[in-house]
Structure formats: structure tokens, C-alpha cells
């Protein structure tokens, strides 16, 4: 199929570098503008959201603008690259990206920035494009060098060879010719049939590094001089430090300096052992702020409230709710509540910075790297150019690090260090002053006919904003489209719905993404209920299911699949169970079915878990099923144990003892079944997550007749009776 790079506002650069080479670019649709002035200095690396480097010796290299925090993405977007241009996986390597959001801008997210689980959903003809134009322009410089014909040359494994004499040329001789030929106005990508990577099983290119010790993390950030921080940031919301006597921490061995903050603390050191052992020298005193009293039992009565007396908005309405409740034989009512969360990254929160009277060096793993070098610049005065972003790998992301908390504290400190510093958060400090996933408050009307289908679907959602706070702009009309995420749009044929949107702000707690943050609630809400409505019906829940999609080939799909793999409807032993789920989100669909064991002790037991997807073509099956496994593992631990909790204003987990992760022994194996898709790419990596906590609580309610509404399953008790 052909397609026209002019009819999508594409702009394409070529150039020789400095150093001699082709340089390809390709600017992404909505920021087709900035790429005139760019292109203006090659030598300042014009690299809009793809760009391809071919030097006359070395490698092929692709400069990745998303950042890789173990989704995937440094192996499955070169895969995009080196298959329009014919050439083998490992003839590619990885730059990061250096923070521009003119140039690199994510369009489905609006700004450069890794997350809502776009890397392949944002750059899947984009790459491609870029891939098909350099082998274009390569082919057709081999053609003028040999004076053939265009027709009877191919590119094969990083040459240009001539079909009719066997002629070849390897692409790094060819790309002075190629930068000075005009850019075609349309090229010819690839068939799906004719793919050589695309779809197949690659390794992952970091994963030798990583195996070996060899990959450099934020926290891993070494350079010559530098000195090492230990932080106490102030444990009550809006509070602030008194005035601390830090004669003891400078006694230790190895300390430097103190630093007081108006709501932290740092001890710089030679290393961090030093640094520890002299904060906790320390004897901290705190004001209290206006959050003081805050507690959990607090905000859920806020929550319930604002969920009947808060105004509500619309966020999606289809049918007439109103009138078809009149004719409503029956109605399910419930309340439905989910707490906040932590992200609980295996490396805590960290940044390193080198602060100058000139300029600013910043390393640091983050999903923002725009937002990170302005927040620097914001807090030193410099301006943009003079701070310098290096972007290293991410030991676990999950949204904490679309926030830039790590970047302001790290750069006030370094204000007052000479030479480079590391600012280390400890696990407490990390898990005690996250952007937490908000607490929910949900109430779900349905009317039901006669044979126990919905004839009115109503869904109040209560709670936090994120998206008012991270991205204001974007919050129109006081709606939330993420917190209604999965909830206004879910692939069930509902003739008559009502969604609408409370917001409710819990007092003095930053609110943030999180592996998914409306999906991984509403698909909760939505997934239960089906359950309930389903069994007050006397319907299996899968057949339940079933009549109501088939308006969606593709969600009914995942299911009868994943119910096949789960063996649903075999017999089970007593007090256990299988439960089931299915999701549409970031255009991917998901089936999940559990089975757990619950002991007469009150223990779930999660004993096997299927997932079926469909996300459309896949690039790297490997990751897929990585992301799904992952994702899976992440949401059972936040669906059996997790929640944050607040008393007197301060968080009450602070590790992982008491903000529980699922062990391994715990671990249930989980089998993932990619199905056959020619739609394009959907998202992959908050889908597992977002998918599982239903199923869990489908599959308890099946094992013991117990019905959970309230997350998480520790809270409840489950013994039998």
C-alpha cells in the first residue's frame, strides 16, 4: 500500500552531518512546523521523533525518544526501523533522546513523555515511514552510482544489491549520494505477509547488560567529584522543618554538609553510608501544616459524600437512562471503593545534579525529560539550553516518574554543593511521599428486563483528578477523561448509559498516574457488576458475557479464548473458584479468567491465571507477554494487599513489609495467548494490570459466596464460617 507522506503532514529531512553521513528525520504530524527551523542546523541533531543516522563507518543509529523502563521499547521500536530498511536487529543501536518537545512530541499524549502505553500505538507508520524513505533514497543513489534502473535494485541486509548482475553496495558508501537526493512524496511500506521481524520472538537488546550489571540506572550515576546526599523530606502533607542542630551529623565520619530545606533536610557526603548515618544523627522537628488531622476514615466520608451531593457531569450519555428505568423489571445498586495506591519501584526515587553558575547537568531515569529539564531551569534561573538532560535507564516507572519531585529536590540541594551531587530517596522517604493512584468512590445503578439484561447502565464516578493537576490544559469542562477511562466506553452492548464525574480532592495529597489509572479502577467497577448481574440472572458469567458482545468480535474473541484455556465450567474442589474479566483499554482488548483457593485460615491462593489478547499486530511477541505477565503480577499485588493509608496527616506503610508485593512462591504461572490481529497497534503495558482485579474478586466471590466491593482482599476477612 502506498501512502502519501504530504496527504499526513509529514515532514521528512535528509542531510549530510558534519561528520558525513545521512540523516534522516521524520516530524510527527502535529508538530509538522517545527521542523523548518530545526532543520536549519543539522549539526545541532535535527531529530524530530524518528531519526535515523547512517555514518559512513559503524552502526545504524536510531535516537529513541521513548525512554526504556524494562516495557521493551529500545528493542521493539528499532525492530519498526530495521524492517523497511532491511537490516538485521543488531545492526541498529539506541540513542536516547535528548529532552526537545518540539521535536519529539508523543501525539497521543501531546508532549515527550513515556507513558499511557503509546511507544508502539504513537510510532508504528511513523518509524516505519522513516525506515521505507532511507531505504528508498539508498536504493536509489546505488541505481545512479551503478546507472541501472531503480526497478532492478533491492536493499537486503544493510546493502543495496542489483538483481540482474549481483552487484552490491553496503548502505555506508551510498549515503553522502542519498542525502543529497530529493525526498520521494510517498513511499511504499511493507505487507504484513512480506515481514521479516515484525511479529517475531527478538531478545532483548539491554538484557546482557542488565544480566551482567552493566546498565547504568538513575541511581547508578557516577562522575568524577561527586558527593552523595541522604534526604528526609517532611512527613506530614504541607508541613514544614523547624530549625535542627546539625552538629551530631556533621561529626560522622565523611560528612560534609547539612542542608535545611523549608520541607526537607539533606546530609552530603562522601558516600551514602555516610550521608544515612548522618541524617539519622540527626533530631528532626516538624511544624505541623493544615493536614495534620487527616486520616483514611476521613476521606472515605468525603468521598461518599461528594458522591451524592457533589456535582456531577456528563462524560458520556447514550439512549434515554430516565426513561428506560421506567420500564425497568428489577434494579442493582452498589457502592463500589478502591484506596489509594503506591508505585513502589524497585529503585527509589533519585537524581543526580551538577549545579553552575552556567549551566546544569542533570542525570536521571525519567519518563518526563521535557518537564525535568524545565523544572531545573525554573528553579536556577538558567535558561533552557544551559541545562543538560542525561538520560539514563529506569529501574521501574509505572507513572512515579512522570512526576519530577526527584528533579526539585535534587536541584535545590545541588544549589548548594559545589560539584556534582547524588540525591538518593530511601524506600521510606519514597513510599511515604509518592503521587499516589487516587481512592474511588463508585455507585452503579442498572436497571434489568425481565430475563436480567441491563436496559440502563449508570456509573458515578467519584474522585481525585490527576490529569487537573499534571496537565491542566487538557482538563476542559471540569472533566476527567482519564478517571472515566474503560468506564465511558466499555465494549458491552448497553442500549441506555449514564456516566458521569464527581470530582473530589482528598486534602493535601498529590494524586498521580499509575500503571493505568482509570482502567485500573473501572474496569474493577464494570467487570464486578457484570459478575453480580450475571448471577442474580442464573447465567454463567462467560455466557452472560457473551450475549452482551456481540457488537465487538474482538472482546468476545479474548474471551471464549480465555475461557477455553481456563478450562471454565470444569469442576473445581470445594472453596475454590475461577473468575473471569474482560477489558477494552488504550485500544487493546483483554480476556483474564483466576483460579484461586481460599483456606478455612481466610488465604487466597491464587493458583493459575490465563490472559487472552488482542492488541492488534504485534511487534515483539516476547514483550507482549512480558508486559502481560508483569502487569498481572503488579495488579494482584495491589488487588490482595496494597493500599495506602493515612493517620495525623502522614502515611502509615513505609517498606515492603508493610506495603506487601506478591513472592514468588505466591506467584501464580501465567499463560498468555496472543491472538491473530491485522488492526493496528494497541497498548500493552497498564492493560495485564488493569485486568486482574476483577477476575480475582469474580473467582473469591466463587470459591467461598463471599462478594468483595472494597479493594483490597486483605481487609476482609475471609474464613470460613
Given amino acids: 500500500m502506498t501512502r502519501s507522506l504530504t496527504s499526513r503532514r509529514v515532514f521528512i529531512q535528509t542531510s549530510a552531518a558534519a ?3 545521512l540523516l534522516l528525520s521524520l516530524m510527527l504530524p502535529q508538530r509538522a512546523g517545527a521542523g523548518a527551523a530545526a532543520a536549519a542546523d543539522i549539526s545541532a541533531s535535527f531529530m524530530p521523533n524518528a531519526f ?17 523502563m524494562g516495557q521493551g521499547t529500545f528493542t521493539s521500536l528499532p525492530m519498526l526501523i530495521a524492517e523497511e ?32 502505553s503509546a511507544s508502539i500505538r504513537a510510532a508504528w507508520e511513523p518509524l516505519r515511514q522513516c525506515g521505507a524513505i532511507a531505504r528508498t533514497l539508498l536504493i536509489t543513489a546505488a541505481a545512479k552510482l551503478w546507472r541501472v534502473e531503480e526497478h532492478t535494485c533491492h536493499a537486503y541486509k544493510g546493502s543495496v544489491v542489483h538483481s540482474p548482475s549481483g552487484r552490491s553496495v553496503r548502505y555506508q558508501l551510498l549515503v553522502d549520494a542519498a542525502a543529497k537526493l530529493p525526498v520521494p512524496g510517498a513511499v511504499v511500506l511493507k505487507a504484513r505477509k512480506d515481514f521479516k521481524l515484525i511479529g517475531t520472538a527478538a531478545k532483548r537488546v539491554d538484557a546482557k547488560d542488565k544480566v551482567l550489571g552493566q546498565t547504568v540506572f538513575g541511581i ?23 530549625p535542627t542542630d546539625d552538629s551530631a551529623a556533621l561529626k560522622v565520619s565523611g560528612v560534609r554538609k547539612v542542608i535545611q530545606l523549608h520541607d526537607a533536610v539533606a546530609v552530603v557526603a562522601d558516600h551514602t553510608g555516610a550521608a544515612r548515618k548522618g541524617l539519622a544523627a540527626l533530631q528532626l522537628n516538624w511544624d505541623s501544616g493544615p493536614n495534620a488531622a487527616i486520616d483514611s476514615a476521613a476521606i472515605a466520608r468525603q468521598m461518599a459524600l461528594a458522591s451524592t451531593t457533589g456535582k456531577a457531569l456528563v462524560a458520556n450519555k447514550i439512549g434515554d437512562v430516565a426513561g428506560a428505568r421506567a420500564h425497568a423489571v428489577s434494579q442493582f445498586e452498589q457502592v463500589y471503593e478502591l484506596p489509594l495506591l503506591a508505585h513502589a519501584p ?17 542525570w536521571v531515569g525519567t519518563q518526563v525529560q521535557t518537564r525535568a529539564q524545565a523544572e531545573a531551569a525554573r528553579i536556577t534561573g538558567l535558561p533552557l539550553a544551559a541545562v543538560k538532560l542525561h538520560s539514563l535507564f529506569i529501574g521501574g516507572g509505572f507513572g512515579r516518574r ?41 455507585r452503579v445503578w442498572v436497571g434489568l428486563d425481565s430475563h436480567g439484561m441491563p436496559l440502563t447502565w449508570q456509573h458515578r464516578v467519584t474522585g481525585s483528578s490527576v490529569l487537573a493537576r499534571w496537565d491542566p490544559p487538557s482538563f476542559k469542562n471540569g472533566l476527567d477523561d482519564d478517571a472515566v477511562d474503560s468506564a465511558a466506553g466499555p465494549p458491552y452492548d448497553f442500549p441506555n448509559v449514564l456516566l458521569e464525574f464527581v470530582r473530589c480532592e482528598p486534602p493535601g495529597i498529590a494524586t498521580g ?29 462467560v455466557e452472560y458475557r457473551r450475549r452482551l458482545l456481540k457488537g465487538s468480535p474482538r472482546a468476545l474473541g479474548v474471551l471464549e479464548k480465555a475461557a477455553m484455556m481456563a478450562d471454565w465450567g470444569k469442576p473445581l474442589p470445594a472453596r475454590s473458584g475461577r473468575g473471569v474479566s474482560v477489558e477494552f483499554a488504550f485500544g487493546t482488548y483483554v480476556a483474564t479468567v483466576l483460579q484461586v483457593a481460599v483456606t478455612a485460615g481466610g488465604e487466597v491462593k491464587v493458583e493459575g491465571a490465563v490472559c487472552a489478547v488482542d492488541c492488534g499486530v504485534i511487534v515483539n511477541p516476547d514483550t507482549v507477554k512480558a508486559q502481560i505477565e508483569g502487569g498481572t503480577i503488579f495488579g494482584l499485588s495491589a488487588a490482595l494487599f496494597n493500599e495506602i493509608t493515612l493517620a495525623n496527616g502522614r502515611v502509615d506503610q513505609s517498606n515492603f513489609n508493610d506495603y506487601r508485593m506478591l513472592r514468588m512462591l505466591e506467584a501464580p504461572r501465567v499463560k ?13 503495558g497498564e492493560t495485564g494490570t488493569a485486568a486482574v482485579a476483577p477476575a480475582l474478586i469474580n473467582a473469591i466471590f466463587a470459591a467461598t459466596g463471599v462478594r468483595l466491593r472494597k479493594l483490597p482482599v486483605a481487609t476482609h476477612d475471609l474464613r470460613a464460617i
Fill in 19 to 21: 561528520g558525513g553521513g
Fill in 52 to 68: 535515523i543516522r547512517i555514518g559512513r563507518t559503524g552502526p545504524i543509529t536510531l535516537i529513541v525518544h521513548m525512554v526504556e
Fill in 85 to 116: 530498511l532491511e537490516v538485521d536487529l543488531a545492526q541498529i543501536v539506541v540513542e536516547a533522546a535528548p529532552p526537545d518537545d518540539k521535536l519529539y512530541t508523543n501525539p497521543i499524549n501531546g508532549m515527550q513523555a513515556t507513558g499511557t
Fill in 220 to 242: 547508578d550515576a557516577r562522575v568524577a567529584g561527586m558527593k552523595f546526599a541522604a534526604v528526609a523530606i517532611c512527613p506530614e502533607f504541607g508541613a514544614a522543618l523547624r
Fill in 346 to 362: 524497585m529503585e527509589p526515587m533519585n537524581c543526580s545534579v551538577h549545579v553552575r553558575v552556567d549551566g546544569c547537568d542533570i
Fill in 402 to 442: 512522570l512526576e519530577i519531585d526527584n528533579i526539585n529536590l535534587a536541584v535545590r540541594i545541588g544549589q548548594q554543593v559545589e560539584g556534582p551531587v547524588n540525591v538518593l530517596w530511601s524506600r521510606e522517604e519514597d513510599m511515604q511521599h509518592d503521587f499516589y493512584r487516587p481512592c474511588y468512590h463508585n
Fill in 513 to 541: 498516574w499509575w500503571r493505568g489509572v482509570g482502567s485500573t479502577h473501572n474496569v474493577f467497577i464494570v467487570e464486578s457488576v457484570m459478575d453480580e448481574l450475571a448471577l442474580a440472572a442464573k447465567i454463567d458469567p
Fill in 672 to 684: 498468555v495467548h496472543l491472538m491473530e490481529s491485522a488492526e493496528a497497534p494497541g497498548g500493552i
